[in-house]
């Protein structure tokens, strides 16, 4: 989907339109996209693109300055922060996460919602407009992947997941990619949450077992321990 | 105009859109609202509420972190910069503005172009996008013309501007709103943009003497000087 954000351009009148575009990417066409890549093979792709940034990150071509953001207790508790990121040469993008633990009950949103704007660094002018909130679940169950394919064993077999709300199941269905699961152990603080784990995570097509369990059972047994939870903002 | 930006929600589906919508304000909107309102209104009303937000200014309820950004030499000469503002309680506003010098000759663009990006407090929702770059030199020409109206001879009639662009129209603008002005001089290091100054600014309407002339005759004539250029980037 393209939009009309068009940017003035110098003319004999003060606002004129030049043909410049501004791509909207949203929720709809995040789900187009998923549908027809497949959550699979996204989430594949994800995992070996990560790893490459990872492995080839080099701070002088790849500028990541410290996030900022504004933290606060009024209208409700939250975090709204800010990403930039300029992949040099061409490439200039600024992830918005937001952070609000009340919007699952308030609101039946996700705790994390974000938004990613792409600016072109020849101009300045806004080139994209993506929901980030998929594709940044998405990217944090892969840093997991990555982290855990890096740190535990290769035949792990037991996951345990502390915290079972949006962000678990990327956790899970990452994990589920690069390790061969049969059990998963859950915990969330909202009992309503640990027991629509299962009904959220089967879309992931998964043949794993899922219980709800305590937390000490949980650390006892997981091979993979795996927390997608916080305490306080920030 | 409202589009479909769509945040998710949690359902037992992963990918599950809400009815959250995201306003845009594209340059088509601005244009339209200019035209509803007419400039001459729109630039009183904006000079009146800035100054009002200047005499209040609170800075525990209004925050104003230090903009940051990304300065550089390639693709060309550019500059993106973030301003992220918190209006509390239920506004955050985060100003994207590049600063590109070759834009006027290698894409007919302004130098200065802006996107305004609201989120909602709340729930970190993206509420709005907003074409920034006519708002953006609105407030710069607003800005000029209450320092020069706290700081110039109240019966001053000629005023000069360095640097004649797109900036240049809303500085005259704001300052003929506030002073009776009869002649404008104005230098541009770029003649053709000396040039096209006084068709530019015709969508003012003015009955203003619109002049070229040198730095030093400005300098010593005007009555109130004000600049719109700038020598490197930053």
């Known amino acids: 989907m393209t939009s009309s954000i068009q940017a003035r351009k110098p003319s004999s009148s003060s606002i004129a339109a ?6 909207l990417l949203t929720i709809a ?6 549908e027809q890549i497949g959550l699979d093979a996204l989430m594949d792709e994800m995992i070996a ?12 071509e790849t500028l990541v300055p410290v996030r900022t953001g504004f933290s606060y207790q009024q209208p ?22 937001g952070y609000h633990p009340q919007n699952p009950e308030r609101y039946r949103l996700p705790t994390v919602l974000s938004t990613l704007s792409a600016y072109d660094p020849s101009s300045g002018h806004l080139s994209a407009v993506i929901d ?12 997991s ?5 890096l740190l535990a064993r290769p035949d792990s077999r037991v996951l345990g ?6 962000q678990a199941i990327t956790q899970l269905h990452a994990l589920a990619r690069c390790f061969d699961l049969s059990r998963v ?27 709800i369990a305590d937390t000490a059972e949980i650390v006892a047994t997981a091979d993979i321990l795996c927390t997608a939870t916080s305490v306080d903002v920030g």
């Open 76 to 97: 409700h508790v939250g975090l709204v922060e800010w990403m930039p990121l300029f992949q040099k040469p061409d490439q200039i993008v600024v992830k918005a996460v």
């Open 145 to 149: 992947a990555i982290a855990s394919r």
């Open 132 to 143: 980030g909130t998929f594709l940044t679940a998405l990217r944090t169950g892969a840093a």
């Open 49 to 60: 693109r990560l790893t490459r940034a990872f492995e080839q990150f080099d701070p002088t």
């Open 161 to 166: 997941l502390i915290g079972a709300g949006a």
């Open 29 to 34: 066409e995040i789900r187009q996209i998923v």
């Open 18 to 23: 030049s043909c410049l575009q501004t791509r």
């Open 185 to 211: 152990l859950i915990f969330d603080s909202d009992r309503t949450v640990s027991r629509s784990f299962a009904a959220r995570a089967a879309c992931l097509g998964l043949t794993v077992d899922i219980q």
